[in-house]
């Protein structure tokens, strides 16, 4: 049975977000790998029946934007409700995390920059030269890394990311799967903890 943690999630995902830092730490504490599985949300959605937010009934997205808030002064994280540039397209992002992962380079410094470039300090993530920056700040090959993540062999896996995901029954982002159990959403963390403080004793 594996000993890592799959992280099923999007670059663009608010969710994701606000639990990455506590779930990177939280593996790190039990010296746990992970595996990063960003995937094509909006195919898992088509999949689901989910609606895009802007299309869901508006006390839905009314009260996605209280619990944002509220899980924001939880994690103690700065969150613009209202970012300039959402929805983005997270797919460079997304497949230069793949990259990463490949290679074996941090690709959770990258999702968390990425993630807070965002949700905090009003970037563009679609942007190329936003994502370039951030590549460099963590002092990879950022060329190297862009083009790479525009190959087909990265698109296989960022499909058969998605596959896999719908494939185990993921409902969206963030989920993490650890010895075939499913926890979705950054606030069940604790309940991850949980599981890892009994498997791992």
């Known amino acids: 049975m594996s000993t890592a943690i799959d992280y099923y999630f999007t670059s663009l995902s608010p969710y994701a977000y606000l639990g ?71 797919s460079l992002a997304d497949r230069c995390a793949i990259v990463l992962q490949q290679t074996e380079q941090d690709v959770g410094e990258f999702i968390g920059k990425v993630l807070a470039a965002c949700w905090a300090q009003e970037q563009n993530i679609a942007d190329t030269a936003v994502i370039q920056h951030i590549l460099t700040s963590i002092n990879v090959d950022a060329d190297s890394v862009l083009q790479q993540a525009l190959s087909t062999s990265i698109d296989v896996i960022y499909e058969a990311n998605t596959v896999d995901a719908i494939e185990k029954g993921v409902l969206g982002v963030p989920t993490y799967i650890y010895q075939n159990e499913p926890f979705w959403g950054q606030d069940r963390v604790d309940l991850l903890n949980d599981k890892l403080s009994e498997s791992l004793d």
Do not use: C, M
Request: no cysteine; net charge positive.
């Open 20 to 90: 990455h830092n506590t779930f990177t730490s939280l593996a790190n504490q039990h010296n746990i790998a992970i595996n990063y599985k960003p995937i094509k949300l909006a195919k898992l959605f088509g999949v689901l029946g989910v609606l895009p937010v802007k299309q869901r009934p508006q006390a839905r997205q009314d009260y996605r934007l209280i619990e944002l808030g509220r899980w924001s002064k939880k994690r103690d994280l700065a969150l613009n409700l209202h970012p300039a540039f959402f929805p983005a397209d997270p």
